[in-house]
């Protein structure tokens, strides 16, 4: 079992910033791969970004650049986070967390980003 705990989602104005956090419990030491998804009102849900055990990062073209995922840990948990720069309203939408093994997957509760023009 792995529990995640999102936050840092909101309201930010264009060219604004913010970073979203999601702590990782519980079996952490089977997860291979941490990511964020996102999905935008009547969109399918979209891969953001996503970071591998061993620190290789994978970012979608729309974000290249200007988004930034890494992660810390101590025994206890992993926390991934991304760093979002110069955001645009295009950002907008609920951002989800996930974390994979090579035998399950959990995803976070969403967090809500707002980008206003």
């Known amino acids: 079992q792995v529990q995640l705990a999102e936050s840092g989602g909101g309201l930010v104005q264009a060219g604004g910033s913010l970073r979203l956090s999601c702590a990782a419990s519980g079996t952490i030491s089977s997860i291979n791969v941490m990511g964020w998804y996102r999905q935008a009102p009547g969109k399918q849900r979209e891969l953001v970004a996503n970071?591998?055990?061993?620190?290789?990062?994978?970012?979608a073209d729309s974000v290249k650049g200007r988004f930034t995922i890494y992660r810390s840990r101590d025994n206890a948990k992993i926390t991934m986070y991304l760093q979002m720069n110069s955001l645009k309203p295009e950002d907008t939408a609920v951002y989800y967390c996930?974390?994979?093994?090579?035998?399950?997957?959990?995803w976070g509760q969403g967090t809500q980003v707002t980008v206003s023009s």
């Open positions: 970071i591998t055990s061993g620190g290789s990062t994978n970012y």
């Open positions: 996930t974390v994979a093994s090579r035998w399950w997957n959990y």
